[in-house]
């Protein structure tokens, strides 16, 4: 038995010290309940009763950003295997003209956004003893959705519906001020968002880069002028929050977030183009295991691997980690799987 709460485990460890144990969560994209946020909130609160995690990631659908400035999607309709995007219907932007449409928003007006508030508070009331971390997604993550482009790297395929055909480096060769404009509008009202999200109960906040770091999509200098800035802006909404960023897939530059306001940073570790989890960083460390690993078949092989990533990486880290997936888990991950990896963490 342990006096550590859920909450101490995770303060002490985002502050750099010891816990009795490093604190551990799963999550998924629960792609079937994402419709209503009333339908969210049940399965969120469903899946943490029945695991039992450290703290709970709020998974709202990907899309309410873009809808929150007129955008609109077929939900019965996700076009492409895994990816939790439901095909687009309507883009806000589709010409660089329509930048400039792009405002600041009244969260406490915009249905959208209080949908999703309301989701932690229902959340937090089906989970009292756990704390909850809610999701921003960056403003150029919330450009790309506006105007129906991929906010990845690869162009193995487009957005979901989507008919525009130019990509973010389009827009800013079109009309560079025009992109800035729309980001500083975004930024600001995601700032407000974040504060809503804190008021309403969310204990912390994951701040989705995605792969916005992949060169395919960004140089650092590209970086640095049109994410890094509204980033902060948006990041400062959040203050009083225990916050970390997911910057995805290949390429993932975890040290570019080390003077980002932030406690902690979540990667792929254990892509061979990223910094292993032993990495000098100066922000806590989230992570633990792969994302794609937790998919795979539940063999003995495949569990005795996730034991031993978890294990190793609790050894390279002196457990001053937070364990969770590489990132979002499949909804086909076996309990078998899940199972290996909580006890790794937990042992």
Not at 154 to 175: C, H, K, Q
Request: aromatic share 10%; glycine share 6%.
């Amino acid at each position: 038995m342990t006096d550590w709460t859920k909450l101490d485990r995770l303060k002490a460890v985002f502050a750099g010290e010891h816990a009795d144990r490093p604190p551990v969560s799963a999550y998924t994209h629960e792609i079937a309940a994402e419709r209503t946020g009333e339908d969210l909130a049940k399965a969120t609160v469903a899946y943490q009763r029945k695991w039992d995690w450290d703290w709970v990631k709020l998974n709202p659908r990907t899309v309410h950003y873009a809808e929150a400035w007129g955008n609109s999607y077929d939900y019965d309709n996700y076009p492409v295997p895994g990816l939790p995007i439901p095909a687009q219907s309507k883009a806000s932007v589709s010409d660089p003209k329509d930048l400039w449409n792009i405002n600041e928003l009244d969260v406490d007006s915009n249905p959208f956004i209080q949908e999703q508030i309301k989701v932690i508070r229902d959340v937090k009331a089906g989970a009292p003893d756990t704390p909850v971390f809610a999701t921003l997604y960056s403003p150029v993550n919330v450009l790309a959705k506006i105007a129906g482009i991929p906010s990845w790297g690869g162009t193995a395929f487009g957005v979901p519906g989507s008919a525009n055909t130019r990509t973010f480096a389009d827009y800013i060769n079109e009309d560079r001020a025009g992109v800035h404009h729309a980001l500083h509008a975004i930024a600001e009202t995601l700032a407000a968002y974040a504060e809503a999200q804190r008021k309403a109960g969310a204990d912390g906040l994951v701040f989705v880069i995605a792969t916005l770091t992949d060169p395919s999509f960004f140089s650092e200098a590209e970086f640095n002028e049109f994410s890094r800035a509204y980033d902060a802006v948006a990041l400062d909404g959040a203050s009083g929050s225990l916050r970390l960023v997911h910057t995805c897939g290949a390429s993932s530059h975890p040290e570019w977030f080390q003077s980002y306001p932030l406690e902690g940073i979540n990667w792929d570790h254990e892509d061979s183009s990223n910094s292993s989890i032993g990495a000098p960083l100066s922000k806590t460390k989230v992570g633990g295991v792969s994302h794609l690993l937790l998919a795979q078949e539940p063999d003995e092989q495949t569990l005795q691997n996730i034991r031993g990533q978890v294990t190793s990486a609790r050894e390279a880290t002196d457990d001053i980690l937070v364990v969770a997936p590489t990132c979002s888990v499949s909804s086909a991950a076996s309990d078998e799987a899940l199972s290996a990896y909580k006890q790794a963490a937990e042992e």
